[in-house]
């Protein structure tokens, strides 16, 4: 069975920071891969996607995610995070055949 | 165009009792799903829909039921609420197979005591 880790649950930074939240998966074949959003008091959203070609995907607001096959990597990045940014992220890989399965979570508080 | 939405927002329930979570999109998409999330284990697959009128387990089905009698909506039911089954339950859909993006609805808050 596939299988998602997010290596943080918790981050804290100030504005300004670079943002980096890491995610590893199980499965070794094809596999589509996700990062969904929640915002405090609101429902998830998608904030970017891989499902073939350049694996540097750019998404909404600034956020980038590198996929990165040999180490089974789809690794968030955001060179200088913002208030707003504050939010909860998951990684959310999709192997060939099976449904969506969610990491964790990692929880962002950006300090004003 | 609303999406998705859920009913209720949030619910309070004493143990044993049945309560059905409801669910509409208006998106036309075939499929939908239905997730639990819970602090630190993010969301959970409970049942999905590939379209309507088949459903299909998903990573935690159990003292849960679903039906999908028409494309817009994915009513989940608990028959016999219990208070592990606390928690907030977001309904999602997406268009053909689950590889493509899943929009999510606003969530319904349970607390089954």
């Known amino acids: 069975a596939q299988s998602v880790s997010q290596h943080n649950h918790h981050v804290i930074l100030s504005e300004a920071a670079s943002l980096e939240l890491g995610c590893n998966y199980s499965?070794?074949?094809?596999?589509?891969l996700f990062w969904y959003v929640q915002y405090p008091g609101q429902h998830l959203q998608l904030l970017l996607k891989y499902f073939s070609g350049d694996p540097l995907v750019k998404g909404i607001k600034g956020f980038e995610a590198e996929f990165i096959k040999s180490k089974f990597s789809f690794n968030l990045r955001k060179p200088s995070v913002q208030w707003s940014d504050t939010a909860e992220y998951f990684c959310?890989?999709?192997?060939?055949?099976?449904?969506?399965?969610f990491g964790g979570g990692t929880r962002v508080l950006v300090k004003p | 165009i609303a999406g998705i939405t859920q009913a209720p927002t949030s619910q309070i329930l004493a143990a044993g009792r049945r309560m059905t979570l409801r669910c509409t999109q208006d998106m036309r998409h075939n499929a939908m799903y239905w997730y639990r999330q819970d602090l630190g284990l993010g969301l959970r697959l409970i049942h999905y829909s590939n379209t309507a009128g088949t459903t299909g387990k998903g990573e935690v089905p159990d003292g849960y039921s679903v039906s999908r009698a028409n494309t817009d909506d994915f009513p989940l039911t608990l028959a016999s609420a219990v208070p592990s089954q606390t928690s907030v339950y977001f309904c999602?859909?997406?268009?053909?197979?689950?590889?493509?993006?899943?929009?999510f609805g606003p969530g319904t808050r349970l607390t089954v005591l």
């Open positions: 499965y070794g074949g094809t596999v589509n």
């Open positions: 999602a859909s997406s268009e053909g197979t689950p590889g493509n993006e899943q929009f």
């Open positions: 959310a890989p999709k192997a060939a055949g099976n449904k969506l399965t």
